[in-house]
């Protein structure tokens, strides 16, 4: 089994800048965090991708974040990260860090809250 672990969220101004990190834990084995990336869901509206890292060190991004959000990852401390410069009000939302299983039903985080006043 394993937990994700998101942090990083808050309350920022419009054009400001957040970090968030997502800990993968609780695999006996090591953790792949290839295929590894970052949803959010905006109250109302329903989950989106926001980024993802496929594997090869490709990465995909949203097409409303593309050029000011950066997705990375550290194998070693088995962790994900999004940079998100240029923040707006519409990226508002619960930014949700997310593992594919093979074997079952995907990991998801608890999410984290990120707010973008004007």
């Known amino acids: 089994q394993v937990q994700l672990t998101e942090s990083g969220g808050g309350l920022v101004q419009a054009g400001g800048s957040l970090r968030l990190s997502c800990v993968a834990s609780?695999?006996?084995?090591?953790?792949?965090?290839?295929?590894m990336g970052w949803y959010r869901q905006a109250a109302g509206s329903q989950r989106e991708l926001v980024a993802r890292m496929p594997g090869g060190g490709s990465t995909n991004y949203a097409d409303s974040v593309k050029g000011r959000f950066t997705i990375s990852g550290d194998s070693a401390k088995n962790t994900v990260y999004l940079q998100m410069n240029s923040l707006k009000p519409e990226d508002t939302a619960v930014y949700y860090c997310?593992?594919?299983?093979?074997?079952?039903?995907?990991?998801w985080g608890q999410g984290t809250q990120v707010t973008v006043s004007a």
């Open positions: 609780g695999s006996i084995f090591s953790i792949n965090i290839n295929a």
């Open positions: 997310h593992k594919p299983n093979p074997w079952g039903p995907d990991y």
